[in-house]
């Protein structure tokens, strides 16, 4: 059973820079995918970036090109935010699949494992 752990997470104003964490465990196998979703209050949950631990590709949406950067080290994942926005505020969610990321890894449904998530908020 994949576990994943995020951290990192807090308040930070516009224009300032936050990392979270999500740390795995359980994986059985070498290939998978790893990535980050968002979801703020009365919205639906969106995919923020990606990353195929298999071969290092790394997937982002439009809105935080740029800005974001995924990357692995280990069983760590790390998501660098940039530049932070106040439509950037949301509970950030982790989650994990085994294979590669493929064009729709931004769909929430496919997704098999989820962290708890951990809050970001970006206010003056």
Do not use: H
């Not at 994986?27 to 998978?32: G, I, K, L, M, V």
């Not at 809105?63 to 660098?80: C, H, P, Y």
């Not at 530049?83 to 769909?107: I, N, R």
């Amino acid at each position: 059973q994949v576990q994943l752990a995020e951290s990192g997470g807090g308040s930070v104003q516009p224009g300032g820079s936050l990392g979270l964490s999500c740390t795995a465990s359980g994986y059985t196998e070498r290939d998978y995918c790893l990535a980050w979703f968002r979801q703020a209050p009365g919205k639906e949950r969106e995919g923020v970036a990606a990353i195929f631990i298999g071969g290092g590709s790394t997937y982002y949406a439009d809105s935080v090109t740029g800005r974001f950067t995924i990357s692995q080290d280990n069983a760590k994942n790390t998501l660098q935010m940039t530049s932070l926005k106040a439509e950037d505020t949301a509970m950030y969610y982790c989650a994990a699949e085994y294979g590669p990321c493929g064009g729709f890894w931004y769909l929430p449904a496919r997704w098999v494992y989820w962290g708890q998530g951990t809050q970001v908020t970006v206010s003056s």
